[in-house]
């Protein structure tokens, strides 16, 4: 299984910046960005595909976040601009077995710990 480790999390103002990073123990192939509040089930928030040529997004975030990838960092970003409070989550890395986009948890075989990010108005 991958080992997934990420960093990046924080407290910011509505409509700032932050960035994620997640790193890879090995080589994967698509990897994902998910989101979660008490009370809630994991919510889908990007994907990118192993080449980077194929993304998707929720349709909450559109406009406003990121994912990148550098396969030879085995690393993956989030970049997140024009935060809101209903942001506020803790945010998962994950990676799959599997190749291209994939927007749901059953396709993702490893997790990251989390990195909670908070958005204060």
């Known amino acids: 299984q991958v080992q997934l480790v990420e960093s990046g999390g924080g407290l910011v103002q509505a409509g700032g910046s932050l960035r994620l990073s997640c790193a890879a123990s090995?080589?994967?192939?698509?990897m994902g960005w998910f989101r979660q509040t008490p009370g809630k089930g994991r919510e889908f928030v990007a994907t990118?595909?192993?080449?980077?040529?194929?993304?998707g997004y929720a349709d909450s975030v559109k406009g406003r976040f990121t994912i990148s990838r550098d396969n030879g960092k085995k690393s993956v970003y989030l970049q997140m601009n024009f935060l809101k409070p209903e942001d506020t989550a803790v945010y998962y890395c994950?990676?799959?077995?599997?190749?291209?986009?994939?927007?749901?948890?059953?396709?993702?075989?490893?997790w990251g710990q989390g990195t909670q990010v908070t958005v204060s108005s």
């Open positions: 994950t990676a799959s077995n599997s190749k291209g986009v994939i927007t749901t948890t059953p396709g993702y075989d490893s």
């Open positions: 090995t080589r994967t192939f698509t």
């Open positions: 990118i595909s192993w080449s980077g040529g194929s993304t």
